[in-house]
């Protein structure tokens, strides 16, 4: 079986009776288990091109399932920010007041986010308050600002070796809230509009604009209905 394997079960036969026989092959006979091998080698080639074409085309239909998941999440997403917005503008939003340790919440979300981080190659730094920070709030809420200013970051820090910063801290009685990336920056002239609903702005590496325009305008509401305060200081460049 090896030996047909490897050259041929014609050519091994014809080997194997040689052997029996102690009869030497002749030159035609030698000419001819050369060519089947030959054959046999280029068929295995050519399997094994196939092999990788599949492969690569497999590869090809994973990525574009990938794509098309993420657009009906985004979409889904988007969906969703504008029926929130929409309750929050109208004044039929939900809101679960109480009192809610601040800190808890923020290393809860950041915990949310560090695997995406890690996928994409984004250091998180994050510095708290050793004590807890309790404040009056609605906690999913609360929690939804983070998430939304962490994504922020994450989609426009650096992409070759991008890094975040979060911060909390307790000023004046007051809990505050820093988060600060890598990215390029925002120009002076978008910063005014960057909480307007449907506000979205070209990165300017890609010239792309990313994002529904929804996710900051639904954090300055929520800042707002908590009497807080939200604003950003970004240079472009």
Not at 196 to 219: A, C, H, N, V
Request: with cysteine; charged share 30%.
């Amino acid at each position: 079986n090896q030996i047909a394997g490897a050259i041929g079960a014609a050519s091994a036969r014809l080997l194997i009776n040689s052997i029996v026989t102690e009869e030497p092959l002749g030159l035609q006979e030698v000419m001819e288990a050369l060519d089947e091998t030959q054959q046999i080698i280029q068929y295995s080639r050519e399997i094994e091109k196939k092999s990788l074409e599949l492969e690569k085309t497999g590869k090809k239909l994973q990525q574009a399932n990938d794509r098309l998941r993420e657009e009906d999440r985004l979409k889904d997403d988007m969906i969703n920010q504008v029926l929130d917005l929409e309750k929050m503008e109208s004044g039929h939003a939900e809101w679960n007041l109480g009192e809610v340790n601040f800190v808890a919440i923020v290393q809860s979300a950041a915990k949310g986010v560090q695997q995406l981080c890690a996928d994409k190659g984004i250091t998180l730094h994050e510095n708290y308050p050793m004590e807890p920070l309790t404040i009056y709030g609605d906690k999913d809420r609360i929690t939804q600002v983070v998430v939304n200013l962490l994504s922020n970051a994450i989609k426009f820090c650096n992409q070759s070796a991008g890094e975040i910063w979060l911060e909390v801290e307790k000023k004046e009685g007051k809990a505050i809230l820093r988060v600060r990336d890598n990215g390029e920056g925002i120009p002076k002239e978008n910063q005014p509009y960057i909480f307007d609903k449907f506000s979205q702005f070209t990165d300017m590496k890609t010239g792309r604009s990313q994002g529904s325009g929804l996710g900051l305008s639904i954090t300055w509401r929520i800042v707002h209905h908590h009497r807080g305060h939200i604003r950003v200081e970004s240079e472009a460049g």
